[in-house]
């Protein structure tokens, strides 16, 4: 999980700063109920956990901020429209920005602006357990022939202005949002949601081969998984050494 004293972890998926899955939960309507079997182990005191909200109950935040001592970023999105219009209701316009990044890469250009909003503890709707601080983030991107798309992401934190910076919040976040990459990559290189293995625990199965073959390419430093995957494709001898194999074929005889 690192050695900061915010030390960050996405909740119950796999530590940000190496982005490789070490558990999972699976099945619809069980996420809820394994955050406390795979946090409970672990000490957390002191560390910032992100999970998207709709994932958490009220319960299991208090748990995690009472008992376990952490501090969390939960992203809400537009599928809890009462919690997010709240958020969206507020004054963001009296708020200056207060942290601005950019990057480019594999084809894209991202810039990534953040507000922080101190809010109350009776701001009515967001069930959120200790919350002090509102985030406001708002992404813009660019592809390579394609038109620009902007996004508005809001997300409530237990860390309040004196524990963390904007752009600590802001790297949280993004690291939250490489969590999220690995479902990306999982479908698209994978075909994971074409996949027609759905008959007992096949498709449980499936999804572990996938984060072990993902978790094994990032372990090595590969950074575009397609592009890695690809060129093993074409020359299945280069998988041998990522699993411990040594390739040393007999050439006596052809």
Same mark, same amino acid.
């Given at each position: 999980m690192g050695e900061s =004293?915010?030390?960050? @972890? %996405?909740?119950?998926?796999?530590?940000?700063?190496? /982005?490789?899955?070490? $558990?999972?939960?699976?099945? @619809?309507?069980?996420?809820?109920? /394994?955050?406390?079997?795979?946090?409970?182990?672990?000490d957390l005191d002191g560390d910032v956990l992100t999970f998207d909200a709709l994932h958490s109950v009220k319960a299991n935040v208090a748990w995690l901020a009472e008992t376990k001592k952490a501090h969390y970023v939960a992203v809400i999105k537009p599928n809890q429209p009462t919690a997010w219009a709240q958020l969206d209701g507020l004054d963001w316009h009296a708020v200056a920005i207060q942290h601005t990044a950019s990057n480019k890469g594999h084809g894209r250009r991202e810039s990534r602006s953040i507000k922080t909003l101190a809010i109350a503890d009776n701001l009515g709707?967001? $069930?959120?357990?200790?919350?002090?601080? %509102?985030?406001?983030?708002?992404?813009?991107?660019?592809?390579? /022939?394609?038109?620009?798309?902007?996004?508005?992401?809001? @997300?409530?934190? =237990?860390?309040?202005v004196h524990q963390a910076k904007p752009a600590e919040l802001a790297s949280h976040l993004r690291g939250h949002w490489t969590v999220e990459a690995q479902h990306h990559i999982r479908d698209r290189t994978? @075909?994971?949601?074409? =996949?027609?293995?759905?008959a007992g625990n096949a498709p449980r199965v499936m999804a572990t081969l996938r984060n072990l073959a993902i978790g094994a390419l990032k372990a090595l430093g590969a950074t575009n998984i397609a592009k890695t995957t690809r060129a093993i494709r074409d020359q299945p001898e280069r998988a041998l050494p990522i699993l411990g194999i040594t390739y040393k074929p007999d050439l006596n005889g052809t």
């Open positions: =004293s915010h030390r960050r @972890a %996405a909740l119950v998926e796999f530590p940000q700063q190496c /982005g490789v899955l070490v $558990a999972q939960v699976f099945g @619809a309507g069980q996420e809820e109920a /394994g955050e406390a079997l795979l946090l409970a182990p672990l709707g967001i $069930a959120f357990p200790h919350a002090k601080l %509102a985030l406001r983030v708002h992404r813009r991107r660019k592809e390579t /022939g394609r038109k620009e798309t902007r996004e508005t992401v809001y @997300a409530v934190t =237990s860390l309040d994978f @075909a994971e949601d074409a =996949s027609t293995v759905h």
